[in-house]
């Protein structure tokens, strides 16, 4: 009797509560909601790989004549199948390969240099494998960087200021075992990243690029508007990352017509991203990128229509494209040119920024995020945390390394001048925020104002030819062997021979990727719809249970 009384109630009330705890569940899941929210999603990786308190290890284990042979047909930048070793956890069948534009070819013109960037491919011979969530890792070389710091300080500035950008750290490399050299290891700016930052439902990655000098860039990479064909933009087309249809490409192409046109500004980009992205791109004087005389060095990013620009390679900032004057060409004034670089117009080279800059109330923001930059970063302590942090971690690593580009003495010699160029940056910036000192080029021509830094021979931080004095005869030249002929196939696994490929002990599969955030998502809906039918069907049972005890 009590089971025939109660039953119904019972259920009725399980089954809400079950669906309570399903909802609460989703609600209170980071993935579901960032997933469904738009925002970025927390990953295991950047804790594990890029906690900067501590530098990260990258044993690469490859065989040694597969290794030869990636290094000799460097240009080709082909993928080989190596072990990965991070931290001491072992990755099998990793993509790797050399990576670069000028530094790529620039060292591969050198007989006794093997030094080149890296890219790791975690998921490149086995789908779905992960370091940590992580599905590739770019470890840079730190070329024309006598520093070793310019790009990690850019970067971390970049991460102080809230900008959407690649997490870094330092790495110390081995080959086999053996210490190769010290490495700024990024996140690749690939689903991984958009992920992180833009949750399951991101947009579209392009990465233009044109190195036309002068005048920066046909074919859409510079993203002035041009009309609305499509093939006026090919150069995006061509770059894209992900997998893009013409739809997305109208998107863009509506978004860069709107811009110039100085309309719906905010439905067509994201401004507080774009603004202070441009406050540390700004203050880093990166002359090789739009705001130089080349269209390349960024990702652009479009979702539902809006448009954002993402940061990438900074090792040529602050000087190291010479100290060229970023609007003519001009050497001349060196150090001085570099720290006084206008904070005003300084895309010169394209109208994407024009419309957002001249509105006052966004100008003005602008100018906030620049003195957050200068007054907190730089002032409050943020740059000295920084320089001191990385010289205890990897000074006696440039000590040893066996490949670097520059001795240790122009690496100690280039880290001072660093930190005077940085001081002396911020002293002009914060003159030109104030109005003392003329905040265009054009002002600045004539300008009595400007910040002396002509006492210090920039070229010591390193620039296009390197100028490194290291003489690379004094280690075993590992490109004696010329093309080396190995056994199977170019590109094909043979290290680790999976037998299927499941076959990684770590089985750091998934992590966080839109197939696993998508899982979830499709597993939490099964879950709710059959917790709602369930409910239903207690409901309808107790209403026939109620008509057979009343017959009327």
């Not at 009384?5 to 509560?17: L, Q, S």
């Not at 309570?20 to 993935?31: I, P, Y």
């Not at 990166?286 to 130089?292: A, P, Q």
């Not at 839109?514 to 049972?541: D, E, R």
Request: aromatic content about 10%.
């Amino acid at each position: 009797m009590i089971a025939n009384k109660h039953m119904t109630k019972i259920i009725a009330v399980i089954m809400a509560i079950a669906v309570c705890l399903c909802l609460c569940a989703m609600g209170c899941s980071n993935d579901i909601k960032n997933a469904l929210g738009g925002s970025g999603i927390a990953m295991e990786y950047e804790s594990k790989l890029f906690d900067t308190s501590e530098i990260i290890s990258v044993n690469i284990i490859m065989d040694e004549k597969q290794w030869d042979n990636m290094l000799s047909n460097a240009i080709a930048e082909e993928y080989y199948s190596c072990d990965v070793e991070v931290n001491g956890e072992l990755f099998y069948n990793i993509g790797i390969r050399p990576k670069g534009n000028t530094s790529l070819s620039s060292i591969a013109s050198e007989p006794d240099n093997d030094r080149y960037s890296l890219k790791l491919e975690f998921d490149q011979f086995v789908d779905g494998q992960t370091c940590y969530g992580l599905d590739k890792l770019i470890l840079n070389n730190n070329f024309a960087d006598a520093t070793n710091m310019k790009e990690a300080l850019i970067y971390d500035m970049f991460q102080y200021m809230g900008v959407d950008a690649s997490l870094c750290n330092y790495a110390e490399i081995s080959v086999n075992g053996e210490y190769w050299g010290v490495y700024l290891a990024l996140e690749a700016v690939e689903e991984s990243f958009m992920l992180r930052n833009y949750g399951a439902d991101y947009g579209e990655l392009y990465k233009p690029d044109s190195m036309n000098f002068g005048a920066v860039g046909g074919g859409g990479a510079d993203l002035n508007y041009v009309d609305d064909t499509l093939d006026s933009y090919s150069t995006i087309w061509n770059c894209e990352v992900t997998d893009t249809t013409k739809a997305d490409h109208r998107r863009v192409v509506t978004a860069l017509r709107n811009i110039s046109e100085g309309t719906g500004l905010d439905t067509y980009m994201d401004i507080d991203n774009l603004l202070k992205y441009a406050a540390v791109h700004i203050f880093s004087v990166n002359t090789d990128s739009l705001s130089g005389m080349m269209a390349h060095n960024y990702y652009l990013y479009e979702s539902d229509g809006m448009l954002n620009i993402l940061p990438w390679d900074y090792n040529l900032s602050l000087g190291g494209m010479g100290g060229m004057d970023r609007t003519d060409g001009n050497s001349s004034n060196g150090a001085t040119s570099t720290v006084n670089d206008a904070i005003d117009n300084a895309f010169s080279g394209t109208n994407f920024f024009d419309s957002l800059l001249e509105n006052e109330e966004w100008h003005d923001q602008y100018y906030k995020y620049m003195w957050q930059l200068v007054e907190e970063y730089l002032v409050g302590g943020g740059f000295e945390q920084f320089y001191n942090r990385t010289r205890t971690q990897i000074d006696e690593l440039v000590k040893t390394d066996p490949n670097a580009l520059y001795t240790y003495a122009e690496y100690e010699e280039a880290a001072e001048v660093l930190c005077e160029v940085i001081e002396l940056r911020g002293q002009s910036v914060h003159g030109q925020l104030k109005g003392i000192i003329p905040s265009t080029a054009k002002e600045q021509s004539d300008s009595n104002t400007l910040i002396d830094a002509s006492h210090i021979d920039i070229s010591v931080m390193g620039t296009m030819n390197m100028g490194g004095g290291r003489d690379f005869n004094d280690r075993t030249d590992k490109k004696e062997a010329g093309n080396v002929e190995v056994e199977g196939e170019k590109g094909f696994p043979p290290f680790g021979e999976m037998e299927e490929k499941w076959n990684t002990p770590n089985r750091n599969f998934g992590g966080n990727t839109t197939n696993s955030v998508m899982q979830n998502l499709t597993l939490y809906g099964v879950c709710f719809l059959v917790l709602i039918a369930g409910l239903i069907f207690a409901v309808l049972f107790k209403r026939k249970t109620n008509r057979r005890r009343d017959p009327k």
